[in-house]
């Protein structure tokens, strides 16, 4: 059973561009969370999704931020005008979907976006 | 909201000896507390969790104890071993509304180093 999946590993972005992080779920899985992580520092949750449904953004910033989870197809945390601020690390976790068992979340190896 | 706390940051044991990482939490709603356990350049893997139905959780060298009444919980690694060294992160989650999946409060890691 194939892990949670992201890409791209790293991402290099100039300031004022687009940042586009995808994420695949383990198999089966239909929750999934996005979080950051600066340096030297835990992970900040961002936002959690089901597909097709942004259940909780509380932790995403108001501007410039977005992520989706179509019916079909990866989950995207998409960054717009990228400041230098925004240069972390993401990661991106999913969970089970049978009720009871969501707790459990299990993280993919991240994508280090770097602005310029 | 929900705050971890993490103590120590950095911690430094001979192999072979013990080693024990404390947390506290803030919101005695919190039900579900995990362990991870990342490795430079890579996601964090779940070493080990416990819910608040229960107050001690082992796995093999790996062992885990949650106080509810003082909200606090550690981790307790035997028999270190080079290969732990990483940096540890407790967590803690809160019901969101929908009840179905919940958001993880991380604390702020623990860099454990085992000399050889």
């Known amino acids: 059973n194939a892990g949670v999946m992201q890409n791209p590993r790293h991402l290099v972005r100039r300031r004022g561009q687009e940042a586009r992080l995808r994420c695949s779920p383990m198999?089966?899985?239909?929750?999934v969370y996005w979080y950051r992580q600066l340096p030297e520092e835990g992970l900040k949750f961002m936002v959690y999704?089901?597909?097709?449904?942004?259940?909780?953004e509380s932790g995403m910033p108001k501007e410039r931020f977005s992520a989706e989870f179509p019916k079909e197809g990866p989950s995207i945390l998409r960054i717009q005008q990228v400041v230098r601020g925004d240069s972390a690390a993401y990661f991106c976790?999913?969970?089970?979907?049978?009720?009871?068992?969501?707790?459990?979340?299990?993280f993919g190896p991240g994508t280090r976006l770097t602005v310029l | 909201g929900e705050n971890v706390e993490q103590h120590p940051s950095t911690l430094s044991v001979q192999e072979g000896d013990s080693a024990v990482i404390k947390c506290t939490y803030s919101?005695?709603?919190?039900?579900?507390f995990p362990w991870y356990k990342q490795e430079l350049g890579k996601g964090p893997q779940l070493i080990i969790d416990?819910?608040?139905?229960?107050g001690e959780k082992k796995d093999q060298r790996i062992a885990v104890t949650l106080n509810k009444t003082a909200k606090h919980f550690s981790l307790h690694i035997t028999e270190t071993q080079p290969e732990d060294s990483a940096v540890y992160f407790c967590?803690?989650?809160?019901?969101?509304?929908?009840?179905?999946?919940?958001?993880?409060?991380f604390g702020s890691g623990t860099q454990l180093t085992v000399l050889p």
């Open positions: 976790a999913s969970s089970p979907s049978k009720q009871g068992t969501t707790d459990t979340q299990y």
């Open positions: 198999k089966g899985h239909s929750h």
């Open positions: 999704l089901q597909k097709e449904n942004i259940i909780d």
């Open positions: 919101d005695s709603a919190s039900n579900y």
């Open positions: 416990i819910r608040s139905n229960v």
């Open positions: 967590a803690a989650s809160i019901s969101i509304s929908s009840g179905s999946a919940r958001q993880l409060t």
